[in-house]
């Protein structure tokens, strides 16, 4: 063994997974604020060893949201690195990078009433997530998605376009912008 110095590990890129849950043309989104800036965000999170993407987006649109969902299918890959970007939370590290797979996903029937209004589905009452940053859920209606800033942008693109794209289409890529 050396008694040479080791030099500090990088942080490795995180991988999460995120759901754009659709119900009745509204997409279920987190809200969040910084100081004078409200914004919404994709419910999703970290993979845990063991567990496949899939898996992780429903365990954690579960915990964030209380809503069960099924996952449809893989839509969109997004690579993020937090030093790149001057909108990036307050409450982000800057050496924050995730690769993040986005799942198109619908409520999970056998766990809701579909003939519900988006916004009596599920239930969560806003969470202090460690960071400062204080979340809760809301049902958008697609129609209004211009209205509000959505982290990352692509994802109000997305869907104030054709959406969701045809299977055909495969994972898009959401490059860094």
Request: a negative charge; glycine letters at 6%.
């Amino acid at each position: 063994m050396s008694d040479a110095p080791q030099a500090p590990r990088k942080r490795r890129p995180a991988l999460t997974a995120r759901a754009i849950v659709m119900q009745q043309d509204h997409v279920l989104l987190l809200a969040a604020s910084d100081p004078g800036r409200p914004w919404f965000f994709l419910p999703g999170g970290h993979v845990d060893h063991g567990e496949t993407l899939a898996e992780a987006c429903v365990r954690e649109v579960l915990e964030e949201t209380g809503v069960n969902i099924v996952i449809e299918r893989p839509l969109y890959l997004r690579e993020f690195i937090a030093e790149k970007h001057q909108r990036r939370s307050q409450h982000m590290p800057s050496k924050h990078h995730v690769a993040a797979l986005v799942f198109l996903a619908s409520p999970d029937p056998s766990h809701h009433d579909l003939a519900l209004p988006p916004n009596k589905i599920g239930a969560f009452p806003g969470d202090a997530d460690g960071s400062g940053a204080v979340h809760s859920m809301r049902w958008v209606a697609r129609k209004d998605i211009a209205q509000i800033e959505i982290m990352p942008p692509h994802v109000a693109r997305a869907l104030s376009g054709d959406f969701p794209p045809p299977a055909s289409a495969g994972i898009q890529f959401w490059p860094e912008d």
